[in-house]
């Protein structure tokens, strides 16, 4: 198990700095052009063998979960957009998964639909990231910028329910912000309908490439125990053969009554991580059908819980009812008071397992929230995959790994 | 050799190194829109009308950058290595002929081996009657400029960089070398000028298509171009062998890199494509000095053999930019293996196969052509086939998990419950 440990830097630099080595330590970032962010790590080179690798995080800190504690429930959604910015709606969707338990609310169906939809969207999003940084990692550039003109559809989709188009912050405690917008259903339309075509032109450029294979068969192999053993999840994991998809294992938000496959790999190498993330983009698109089909049959209806202790009356009741303007009083200047207790949810973010933990001590703030965050779990493995390998492999095993670093540091 | 004779030759000379520079700018200028139509963008359109006055703008910008030196180099060699590596991209041009216009006034001569003496080429600076050896020595000369920039900065990416560098310099120096061989064998001479006059009617890319290919590639790893540009690998040594280098010490790296490339396709169309030859020149020449005269002739013999060489260099040019917008880089190792154990069987290979072509078809050069095309083709498809071997095409399969709760109630007979396998994709 001694290939599973994750060394410090300081147990590379030191014996370096004394002369006790005779390998080169070489600092890759914080800011270098292929570690995704702010990662920082210390390699320990044999020419241009990695002996050893230390990642380094925290540079990317925020704070998130601690400033959480300051928040109302309702507000504290907005910071999980900024974790990872890559995926946002799918933090959004586990924290307020989490608060929605502690609650006890029902959401009406309507908005659960919406959340399928938008989740897989952001599962496209965040892939086609990944699809374009792995393949310019490797310098297929061109990948990159056909990857991210898709990529720029989705945002319009984001902007176009939300105001904006990273931080979307749509998902709320109760269902949505606000309605989806009239011309919602044809613009997602479009997109899916041009979608498929677009995977095949990826395909083509990179899945028989002879050099994207070179680059990708056999580098950074994983083997299943040692993924679970590391705790990998997401495509990571399911790379190395197994079938575990939160979506599938414990079904949330009515995944369970979609039609859709858990693609798997065999041998848990890079080019098998590439396969299933490829694929998976393909099954986001067959679940954001099904979900856009079942919205074109309910095009109104509550998008929010009638609860009016969770989510505040409409406009026009508060002039008519006293009940419903001390609702909104009372929301507005306090918010909800979960019971006191504790909740844990966790979602298939495109990384992985991402999950929210919650205390609630019975007042308007979370007594303390923790996230499960895929990416920083995910990063463990590097040292182990990267071991023995190539410098220019370690670029080529961060891209496949899919770090986002403001989830990493939080 | 009267004292004209020298001054018109520095003149030539300096146009040489100014086209070539003002060339190197273009360029870049011509990589980048190209590489944005790839790209679905639109490359940099802002400065002048198309961007056309981009290199401008850049050139500037270089110019008042700070000019840092690291305390830690060693300054000689570190000022040193630019000046090495853009010098060897110019001096390669001495002998490249880039088309043929004679300032004695025949264009006939032009066309003819035999009348060399009687040719003096406005269009060329230097024919030395061992060109190919000369384009051979000092395109090697260029990897040291490389290797010293990477060591005398001592810096670590640049270090790497630099013995990159060196590893693949001579990992297909052979294989280039080689390639060379074969076209000099066909061609029976080492004199530029003489290779270019003995591709009339045939350019040679047809008989040596083995030659050609192993030429191609290996030329884009002596340019470190895409695939091959380990050596200064964005995503991995952050710049490579320039990265403690800024201001004009860059822009001269930059430069030195662009004009090998437009060097390296001049090689290629020299030796392949019939250099400045085009056809129906001669013909045109002829019909020409009936008309008007011997001096218009060799003026329009001149800028049209000019034209045709700078059309076919811009072609290779836009193969460049092509490999650079659809490839993935090659890994030290595989480039290293690639060079070893493909590329130099393979030029062998060929340079086996030319003589004994020659030899046992002598006299006859369309049925040499035929039997080299043929094998050569063949030898490639071959290749391909061999180095494609044992590679299995991998799918993933598509699975229905059995949710977390049903497992222990469906299946107790073992802990983890065996998930429904669906069909593979």
Redesign the interface.
Known sequence: MSTLTIPSPHELIAPAQRGERES?V?NMGPH???THGVLRLVVDLDG?TVVDVAPDVGFLHTGIEKTMESKTYQKAVVLTDRMDYLAPLSNNLSYVLAVEKLLECEVPERAQTARVLLTELTRIGSHLVWLGTH????????VF??AF?EREQILDIFELVSGARMMTSYFRVGGLAYDLPADFIPTVQVFLDTFGQRIDEYED??T????????T?GVGTITAADAIALGLTGANLRATGV???MR????YIGY?TYDF???????GDI??RY??RI?ELRQSRKIAYQALERLQQMPSGDYVTRDRKIAPPPKHEITHSMESLIHHFKLWTEGFKPPVGDAYSAVESPRGIHGTYIVSDGSPKPYRVHFRAPSFINLQALPHMARGR??????ALIASIDPVLGEVDR | MDIFQIIFLVVQALIITLAVTTGFAYLTWYERRLLARFQNRIGPNRAGPLGLLQPAADAVKLFFKEDVIPTASDKVVYLLAPVLAVMTAIVIWAVIPFGCFNLNGDHTACFDPARRDEVWNALQVAEVNIGILFILAVTSIGVYGITLAGWASNSKYAMLGGIRSSAQLISYELAFGMAVLSVVMFGGTLSTWEIVLAQEGLWFFIPLILGFLLFMISATAELVRAPFDLVEAEQELTSGYNTEYGSMKFALFFMSEYIKMIAMSAIATTLFLGGWRFPGLETLGNGVAELAGPWPAAIIVGLVSLGSFLLKVALFLFVFVWLRASWPRMRYDQLMQFGWKTLLPLAILNLVLVPVVIVLVPDNRYIQTAILFVLGIATIFGAARIGGRGRVKRTVELVQPVPEGQQSSVANSSSSAQPTRGTAS
């Open positions: 080169m070489l270098h052009p292929s241009e393949a310019l990692d490797l310098a297929a550039m061109s910028l056909y003109r450029l990179l028989n490439n002879p050099l994207w294979l070179e680059r068969v079938p575990y998809d599938k294992m414990v079904p369970e496959d858990v693609p798997v790999g065999k041998n080019y098998d396969l299933v694929a190539y410098l220019a492999d370690l670029v």
